[in-house]
């Protein structure tokens, strides 16, 4: 009998063939692959292109309704792209999913957010339809559901900077539109930010340190817990997807989107034991 | 003796030639030129590729350094691509910015982030130097200051969604990336964003509505103030670039970086008159 490993995907996304960015992707790799086994998807080398368009409808370009439509038609008749196809088939397969990529203008790069555009296409990454109620499955329930993702995201700035009060704010703000609308709308569960500040100006001791703390990082993985993320129907939205006024009560931070941010029932007025 | 009139850019990122988004651009268009010259960046009919990388160093892919000393110094030996020569110049010339897209997974199309990425290069959208005090220029200070735009965003979910508590995080704060970390950094004002929700099933009606709202806009955009985010050196934030504790005290959201977020000092004991 075999015992079949976890399987991991791992898209990274950097122009250079030489690079803190490579170096650091190579080793992680390497150590995922301790306990994993890993795909990857290295979108320069592919070439990926990241322009979502009327290519992605195969024989439904040329016919009417708007596009949502066609798109999910074009998925339902097998005739999505080939090499959208390949990128589905990973991500279902894929238990981790691990996103490496430079933070451009507070945000993935262009190559990788078109991964997202094109690669989570409707009827696969959202207007997900439960058979049963008819409704949307989304925000903590979508084709992904049950899989778990590691980002790790370089930037040139100080880490005060994208604080919690820093100027560019704080980084699981700043991409709440990844972590939150995109990755754990699917329903795939995000664990903690790995971040790696002032990335410029690396020396070789800097990167040592850095690969040394994601391996050790890559190595423990299974043991972390992600952001506890509120569900859409786990009772703390109104209908009109707002958040209850009684939980995080007065507050707007993005945090508030989060399980520990303050539920007026958690612990509280509970009997011990 | 001719009294030239502002000049607009209206940069738009929809992949249909015919579509609600496409309509309002044209009217959206016609509008701005009754009191702008415009010229426009229609990315998907330019065939934009969003992909920054070694075809954006020009002599510099075979020189040794790293992407941003080598993309620093393409600019300075003017051997940027001649596409992006003519963005940037586009940019320069311009007075006024638009930048209409649909939100794709709560943030800009793939062809707009790159258009991004490519065009603001080392030295022209970041690391902009002041030649006086060698201080980099950035957040309400850099090549682009003195220009205002105005974002144009359409996006299927109802507008609660996106508001203030709504799950997926009110609009500014999802798209401040955008319009703080992107479009103010170099200097440029943002006006309030222009949203469009519930776009995916728009009948005849409601494009007819939503034409004459942003046409109406657009005739008086002269009159609007921008969003008041703080400079970077406008005394507010401490030199670790976060925001000094006396400044709207113990919150985190996003919405601290404006001006009208509670600066201790604005308005009181002040003397009348």
């Known amino acids: 009998m075999t015992v079949s490993r976890p399987q991991a995907l791992y898209v990274y996304a950097h122009p250079e063939q030489r690079s803190f960015n490579r170096e650091l992707f190579d080793a992680a790799r390497a150590e995922l692959e301790l306990t994993h086994d890993v795909v990857t998807s290295d979108l320069y080398a592919m070439g990926f292109d990241p322009r979502l368009g009327e290519h992605d409808l195969g024989a439904f370009a040329r016919t009417n309704g708007s596009f949502l439509t066609r798109w999910s038609s074009a998925l339902a008749a097998a005739q999505l792209p080939e090499e959208i196809c390949v990128e589905q088939q990973k991500l279902l ?19 990788l957010k078109g991964w997202f555009d094109r690669v989570l296409s409707a009827g696969f990454g959202f207007d997900v339809r439960d058979p049963e109620t008819g409704r949307t499955r989304k925000y903590g329930d ?11 995201v370089s930037f040139g700035e100080a880490g005060s900077a994208l604080s919690p009060r820093g100027i560019a704010g704080d980084l699981e703000s700043v991409l709440y539109g990844l972590i939150h609308g995109t990755l754990f709308y699917t329903g795939i569960e995000v664990l903690p930010l790995h971040a790696i500040p002032e990335a410029d100006d690396f020396d070789s001791a800097d990167v040592a340190r850095e690969i040394a703390r994601l391996r050790a990082r890559v190595s423990e993985l299974r043991t972390e817990r992600p952001i506890p993320f ?13 958040l209850r006024e009684d939980v995080a009560p007065g507050r707007t931070d993005l945090g508030i989107h989060r399980e520990d941010s303050g539920r007026p029932d958690a612990g509280a007025l509970r009997p011990a034991g």
Chains 1, 2 share one sequence.
């Open 93 to 111: 397969d894929a238990d981790l999913v691990v996103l490496q990529f430079p933070l451009w203008w507070y945000s993935v790069p262009a190559i």
């Open 142 to 152: 979508g084709l992904l559901t049950g899989k778990r993702a590691l980002v790790v």
């Open 230 to 242: 509120r569900r859409m129907r786990g009772g703390d939205y109104t209908p009109e997807r707002v």
